[in-house]
């Protein structure tokens, strides 16, 4: 099993539709995770940490399940600029060791 | 602007050639990370320091690579001997220690693209 692995893409989906990223990491004492974006050659930047008790950030939700080991990203009411990659991030950090891992991405296509 | 900077942005080189790169992070973050990233995969976690200290490298990072951060600020990667397989994007990235929000944040800079010829 990859150490974190994502949907694959792409999602093509329309203007203004739900649409739901998994992520799946195999190390479970992993303790940090985040959602990344990509927008094509260009570098990720930080689209939002992803906290145990779930955070929502507008149209975004980011939730986090330790027992099966995911995370998830839900974006509602799609918009065109919403079009990237969208990476998923786990770190772990402890006993000397710091491991950050990303997944390959999920690219996600609004279409109008 | 004073977000990551990374220099240069693009790199032409013949193989066995040496490069380097360089990274000016954010300030005041202490932490800068470098990672290596390939068409359709993300990018690979390659080495980060804490000040000057380097405090992990992958094994993705052969003997051929090495980094730097002197000073605690900037950071060099230099590829020796460069092979066709390290044409890649490198990416650096800077952080600060964790804060009030119990997690870390890494901010990117726009990378160096680097073709090995």
């Known amino acids: 099993r990859k150490e974190v692995e994502q949907d694959p893409g792409p999602f093509n989906v329309p203007e203004g539709a739900t649409v739901a990223f998994n992520c799946t990491y195999s190390?479970?004492?992993?303790?940090?995770f985040f959602w990344y974006r990509q927008d094509c050659r260009k570098e990720p930047k930080l689209l939002m940490s992803?906290?145990?008790s779930g955070n929502e950030d507008g149209r975004f939700t980011a939730q986090l399940n330790r027992a099966s080991q995911y995370i998830s990203l839900l974006i509602r009411d799609s918009k065109l600029s919403d079009s990237a990659t969208y990476l998923c991030v786990v770190v772990y950090s402890g006993a000397g060791s710091y491991q950050l891992t990303f997944g390959k991405g999920t690219k996600l296509s609004v279409i109008p | 602007d004073t977000g990551v900077s990374q220099d240069p942005r693009h790199k032409i080189t013949k193989r066995g050639q040496n490069v380097t790169f360089r990274c000016d992070p954010i300030s005041e973050h202490n932490r800068l990370y470098w990672y290596r990233q390939t068409l359709g995969q993300g990018p690979e976690f390659l080495t980060y320091f804490q000040n000057e200290a380097q405090l992990e490298k992958s094994r993705l990072l052969s003997d051929r690579f090495s980094a730097e951060r002197p000073k605690g600020s900037f950071s060099t990667l230099e590829i020796q001997r460069t092979e066709q397989g390290d044409s890649a994007m490198y990416l650096c990235?800077?952080?600060?220690?964790?804060?009030?929000?119990?997690?870390?944040?890494?901010?990117f800079g726009p990378g160096t693209r680097l073709l090995v010829l």
């Open positions: 992803v906290y145990s």
């Open positions: 990235a800077s952080s600060s220690e964790i804060g009030t929000s119990g997690q870390e944040t890494q901010y």
């Open positions: 190390n479970s004492a992993s303790q940090s």
